[in-house]
């Protein structure tokens, strides 16, 4: 951009372009951010140098004189020294609630290499707990990312970091690993070992032995966990989540004012047989679809609209018709309300089970216009891909396929030309570090290093669907997912440069300051 004078500004939410320089002085911006590597995610993947905010959103964005022009006696000024920023990254697929509820007891082992490492996390957690309180990893985790895994975690490892703290590491739904004083509250006998089934103990179904056993978690401690939680995130690089649930105090808690996060969240319903059905239904049809306001809100139907149709194992057999039926009725009613539907799929036969009902449900009730979202999809041919970008669809692209070691077709879908966007489904399954997942889809390789991908994309490619598509999904595109005048100032300063830095190192990357709605939410120690 030539040093003209002469700059794009947003007036009343929409751009006006060609206002004068010396006019826009004079609204006295709130910020100006200088001196960047700013990678706008816009339609042309546009660099820019700095930006001016003002009431929340981008202003304008040009050259750091001409922002330095903007700027008034109460301009904060931010000057970044040559660092990388990105949009505000969101996440279109995480289970929010679930991480919040515990957050107090937990660790996590988001992109640590090295079991070494995990155990000395344990260790400093129990340092700082008093004798007795709990300890878990609430999964997020594979084996495949530790180099030393040798034994796993054993029971002499878990007795040995927690001696005075019952702890448990859950890994995914399948396995969990506990330590004797953890064993004991369960009435578990410590001598079979540290590793047991995690059936009856943290799986899928209650009961959830293990965390039944840790003492329920206060008003005022749920209250700082969700705190706590939002703030973690934002050290990540996370502006906005799509939880998948729906808790009473998320939205107690943006009545009082603005989130560090944007939310949104889904309607909850209960469809497990044809009679539930149509008692889901009916609130399905009286409920008003996309209720976010910015902040947070109601914004659609997931992740399982029709529970019995929730594919795991693959599976050759066609689904059964009554099962297909039943979910198309419950589609159409959806469809027909104008809801927003995020269907977990994971298989490319049952990706096909579901676009043939979807296609029938078109025909009477289009899905056009309403951006249903088929979440997951570890396995998805170009002719599905196809046949969902027909009828509008988009894909959601989850970190989880990379803890399940799953060689997604990302080229393929990045060909097609459907809209997709990343998420992680945090916080059991998969990680929540976004970085993580960039660096999963840019370089092929999970956190430990091991090819898990014959797919990949370009870093420009990744970054969008980290933003500006994940904005499309939940039709924010308007506000949302890139650095454009008018825009909301969603934005992350990095402490190193996203399209340069070795492709095994994006997982790496550290967000040294966040911001949403041109408020900061997090700043590392090198930023205060």
């Not at 990893?137 to 040798?150: A, C, I």
């Not at 059936?199 to 009961?207: E, I, K, T």
Request: hydrophobic letters at 45%; zero cysteines; aromatic letters at 8%.
């Amino acid at each position: 951009m030539r040093n003209v004078g002469w700059v794009s500004i947003a007036v009343g939410g929409f751009v006006a372009a060609l206002v004068s320089a010396a006019a826009l002085a004079q609204q006295n911006v709130d910020t100006v951010v200088t001196h960047g590597k700013i990678l706008t995610a816009d339609a042309t993947f546009a660099v820019v140098e700095a930006l001016a905010i003002d009431g929340g959103r981008i202003v304008a964005r040009g050259t750091s004189a001409e922002m330095a022009r903007l700027a008034g006696p109460k301009t904060k000024t931010l000057d970044v020294g040559g660092a990388t920023l990105i949009p505000g990254l969101i996440d279109n697929h995480m289970h929010f609630t679930r991480g919040v509820e515990r957050w107090h007891t937990q660790v996590r082992f988001e992109g640590v290499d090295s079991k070494r490492a995990a155990l000395d996390m344990l260790r400093a957690k129990a340092a700082r707990l008093p004798a007795g309180a709990w300890i878990m990893v609430q999964g997020g985790w594979t084996p495949r990312q530790f180099k030393d895994w040798g034994e796993g975690f054993t029971l002499a490892d878990l007795d040995a970091v927690a001696p005075k703290n019952p702890a448990f590491v859950q890994e995914g739904y399948g396995v969990v690993y506990a330590n004797t004083l953890a064993l004991k509250a369960v009435k578990l006998n410590p001598a079979d070992g540290a590793r047991r089934n995690a059936q009856g103990l943290v799986s899928f179904q209650p009961p959830y032995a293990l965390y039944d056993a840790i003492p329920p978690t206060s008003p005022a401690q749920l209250e700082q966990n969700f705190t706590d939680f939002m703030h973690e995130l934002n050290s990540t690089g996370l502006t906005g989540v799509y939880s998948l649930g729906l808790s009473p105090w998320v939205a107690e808690r943006a009545a009082k004012g603005p989130l560090p996060l944007r939310i949104w969240e889904t309607l909850p319903f209960d469809a497990h047989d044809p009679a539930s059905a149509v008692h889901a239904a009916e609130i399905i049809a009286r409920s008003k679809p996309n209720q976010f306001d910015g902040q947070w809100g109601v914004f659609g139907l997931g992740e399982v609209l029709y529970g019995p149709f929730f594919d795991l194992a693959p599976r050759k057999d066609p689904w059964p018709e009554d099962i297909m039926n039943e979910y198309g009725k419950l589609a159409a009613v959806a469809a027909r309300a104008g809801w927003h539907v995020h269907q977990h799929v994971i298989n490319n036969n049952a990706v096909t089970d579901l676009l043939d009902t979807l296609e029938k449900v078109n025909q009477t009730q289009p899905l056009n216009g309403l951006r249903w979202t088929l979440g997951h999809v570890y396995d998805i041919s170009p002719a599905n891909i196809a046949r969902a970008k027909v009828m509008g669809m988009t894909l959601g692209v989850h970190g989880a396929a990379m803890q399940a070691g799953a060689h997604m077709p990302l080229r393929k879908i990045a060909d097609s030309g459907i809209v997709f966007g990343l998420g992680t489904d945090a916080t059991i399954v998969s990680h929540y570090s976004p970085f993580v997942t960039l660096g999963w889809v840019v370089s092929g390789v999970d956190v430990g290093g091991n090819k898990v991908l014959d797919e990949t994309l370009t870093r420009e490619e990744a970054l969008v669907a980290h933003t500006r598509s994940n904005a499309y999904l939940f039709f924010q595109e308007n506000a949302l997912g890139s650095l454009e005048v008018g825009k909301q100032a969603d934005l992350v300063v990095l402490d190193r440069d996203y399209m340069t830095v070795p492709a095994a190192d994006i997982k790496r990357i550290k967000p040294t300051l966040t911001m949403v709605g041109g408020r900061v939410v997090f700043s590392s120690p090198e930023q205060r």
